[in-house]
């Protein structure tokens, strides 16, 4: 965690909401990856990765992937973006299965929310199909692993 002095990019002076004028910001490409994990029994994931074609981890992808182009109608101060890319990568990891997305856009403004609500929403959609056999599957770890372009410049998290 960082401490700033920074203000909040949503907060007017007078601590109101509002959303961030971008205008005068240059189109450039940028590029977001986030993470999260759905934690699972041994049997579960096991259960998941033996699903034939059409399978669990196909409707998570999907569902990652049209959540990440709403995310300007589900987080109240986000811009729309024009995405030029959301991948998904959901894979089977010891205790779990983990969420990974990739957003890149070509926009005034960056696409991590883009990418954490892509991982978010995957996760979701599994445990919707998981709750039925495992009602203590829980959702973990949501982040933002790295991003690229703009003013900010580049991020990466430590592993």
Not at 134 to 151: F, M, V
Request: proline share 6%.
């Amino acid at each position: 965690m960082t401490d700033s002095p920074d203000p909040f990019s949503h907060l007017d002076d007078t601590g109101r909401a509002r959303m961030v004028d971008v205008s005068a910001k240059p189109v450039t490409r940028r590029v977001a990856e986030a993470s999260c994990r759905v934690v699972l029994s041994a049997r579960t994931v096991e259960r998941l990765s033996n699903l034939p074609k059409g399978d669990a981890y196909a409707v998570a992808r999907l569902a990652g992937i049209q959540a990440a182009k709403r995310t300007g109608e589900l987080i109240p101060l986000a811009h729309p973006l024009p995405l030029d890319q959301v991948e998904l990568e959901i894979e089977p990891s010891g205790d779990g299965v983990t969420v990974r997305s990739r957003v890149v856009t070509t926009a005034r403004t960056g696409a991590e929310m883009e990418a954490l609500v892509a991982c978010s929403t995957a996760a979701l959609a599994l445990y919707d199909m998981v709750k039925a056999v495992e009602r203590d599957a829980w959702i973990t770890e949501l982040r933002l692993d790295a991003k690229s372009g703009g003013r900010s410049g580049a991020f990466r998290r430590e592993p």
